[in-house]
C-alpha cells in the first residue's frame, strides 16, 4: 500500500495510485520566521495591524480574518505615489529563529508519508487589494496600470526574497501559496488583465522554488478560475486547490487532465453548515469522486487548508473518503490511517 504522499505523487504525474487521495492528507503544512512574527488577528479580538500596515479583523461570527479599509487605515492612499505610503517588512530573521522553525516544525514531518508543504499566504493580488481596498484595486488596474505593475513587481520581489529564505532554510517539498482571484462566479480581473499584470511575477517566484527543490507547486483559490487555466499552467502552477463546484471540473478536467491537478469540488456550502451529517459528508464526497476521478483530481473541501467552518465536517469527509476506499480498493481506514501522519486542523 503506498504512503499518502507517494499516492498523492502517482495522481499527479499520472502513475499508478492505488487509492482516492484524501483531501490534504498528504500535505503536512509549516509556516516560516515572517508567518510566525507577523502580527494577526484572533477570532472575537481586537483589530490587529499587520506588519505591512494593514489592519485586520475578526469578528466571532465570520469565517476568518479581512482588511478593515476605512480613510484612516487604508495603507495605500493614493496609487500614484504608492511608494510613499507602501514599505514592505524586514524578511532579515537571526538564524537561531530559523534553526528554531526548522526543528520544530519541519524536522518532525514524517517525509515517507507527507510533504514538508510551506504555506504562504497573502498573494500578489490579494495584498494589492488589502493595501488600497478591493474597488480602488479593480479600478486602479484599468485606470493606472503602469503604478499597478510596479506595484506588483515590488510585492514579487518581497515573495522572492521570502521564497529565498525558506528554501535555503527550510528545504520543503512542497509550496502551498494562497492568492484568491475570484468570487464563486467570475474571476475578479478579465482574463486578459489578469494574465498582464500575474503571468510573469509568478512564473519568477514559482521557478524559484521549483529550482530549489520544491516537487510541487499548490495554489490555493477558492473561486471560479476557469477562465484562469490557461495563466495558472503558464506560471508553473501544478495543482489549483479550491475549484469550485460553479466551475464544472469534470469538464475542465478533460481538457486539462495532465496539464495541472485539480483539488477541490467539495464546496464548504455543500456540506459545512448547520446541521450537517456524516450522510451530507458521504453524499458530497462520492458526487465529487464520481463526476471528476482519475488522474490529476483530489477531492477536498474548497478552504485554503486542513479544517471547516463548523467542527467535525472536515473529519466527517475524510471518513467518507475513507469508506469509499474501502468499498473500491479494499484498504481499511486503519490501512490508510496508518500511511498518513496524524490529522492536522489548519483552520476551524
Known sequence: MLTAKENMRQTLIGGKPDRIVNQFEALHFAIHPFMMLDPEAKKGGPNVVNSWGVTRSFPENVPGAFPVHTPETIVCKDIEHWQDY?????????????????????????????????????????????????????????????????????????????AEGICSHLHPDALFH????????????PTHVFEDFFIEPYQKIYKYYKDHGVEFIIHHSDSYGANLLPAMIEMGIDVWQGCMESNNNAELLKEYRGKIGFMGDIDNKSIDFTGWTQEDANRVARRAIERCQGQGFIPCITQGGPGSVFSGTYQALIDAIDDYNTEKFGFTREEQAAQRMPLQILFG
Not at 178 to 189: K, M, Q, V, Y
Request: glycine share 4%; with cysteine; net charge negative.
Open 86 to 162: 507602501v514599505h514592505a517588512p524586514s524578511l532579515k530573521f537571526p538564524e537561531e529563529l530559523w534553526a528554531q522553525c526548522k526543528e520544530t516544525l519541519y524536522d518532525p514531518i514524517d517525509r515517507d508519508k507527507a510533504f514538508a508543504t510551506t504555506l504562504v499566504v497573502g498573494g500578489l493580488f490579494e495584498m494589492s487589494h488589502h493595501l488600497q481596498g478591493i474597488e480602488e484595486a479593480l479600478m486602479n488596474y484599468l485606470l493606472y496600470p503602469d503604478e499597478m505593475h510596479d506595484l506588483i513587481k515590488y510585492l514579487a520581489d518581497f515573495e522572492l526574497e521570502m
Open 178 to 189: 494562497h492568492d484568491d482571484w475570484g468570487s464563486e462566479a467570475n474571476s475578479f480581473l
